[in-house]
């Protein structure tokens, strides 16, 4: 996707804080961190959202949440808690259309979510 933010960090067309790679997903610092620790977890494919994912790809979604567990110890934040959040939609608070999933931590979560 030639107009996609996260494909181009992927790409390496531009800049991107990355903590993680492998052959199938990256993650890389949110740019406006809404918390200590804030990751975005992603598939390399360009998936637009949560909907767009096929029964054949499905297991892109645990692979992210085990990455997401693995990242949430490397940064400290596994033995107070934290949260993986994936907006979707425009009413789901979604602004970048490649699907990804938000790692947040270090401060106390407020719930229900805004
Ligand atoms: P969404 O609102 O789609 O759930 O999350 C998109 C996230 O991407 C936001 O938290 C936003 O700060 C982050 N973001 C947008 N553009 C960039 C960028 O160019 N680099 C990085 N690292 N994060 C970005
Ligand atoms: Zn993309």
Known sequence: M???IF????DG????????QDDRVVAINDIDPKAPV??????K????????????????????MMVAARLARE??????GFRVVNNCGEEGGQS?????????GGRYMQWPPG
């Open 96 to 104: 970048v259309g490649h699907i990804h999933f938000h790692l947040l």
């Open 38 to 43: 804030h990751i975005l977890i992603m598939p």
């Open 45 to 64: 494919k360009h998936i637009p959202s949560l909907l767009e994912v096929e029964q054949e790809e499905q297991n892109i979604l645990s692979h992210i």
């Open 13 to 20: 067309e531009i800049p991107g804080d990355m903590v993680y």
């Open 75 to 80: 940064k400290g934040i596994s033995e107070k």
């Open 7 to 10: 494909c181009k960090i992927i």
């Open 2 to 4: 030639s107009d996609c």
